[in-house]
């Protein structure tokens, strides 16, 4: 029992980064979304490519825009 209130604990307090649409990253980014889509081709821009259809983290752009703005 003391597990499962501890697991409970620890998932309420943990952020869940939810993957972004193209145009969703595109406005995180203050870029259009065809510069995000030209990034995430050539790897300067991490993400994921299901098929046709792009994914990108939100903790990992927000990192990234918070180190491109130093």
Partial sequence: ??????????????????????????????????????EAERGTIPGVCLGDCWRFSRATLHALSTSRAA
């Fill in 1 to 38: 029992m003391l597990t499962t209130a501890t697991s409970a604990t620890r998932a309420s307090n943990a952020v869940i980064d939810t993957p972004l649409l193209p145009e969703e990253a595109a406005e995180l980014l203050q870029i259009t979304e065809d510069e995000l889509l030209c």
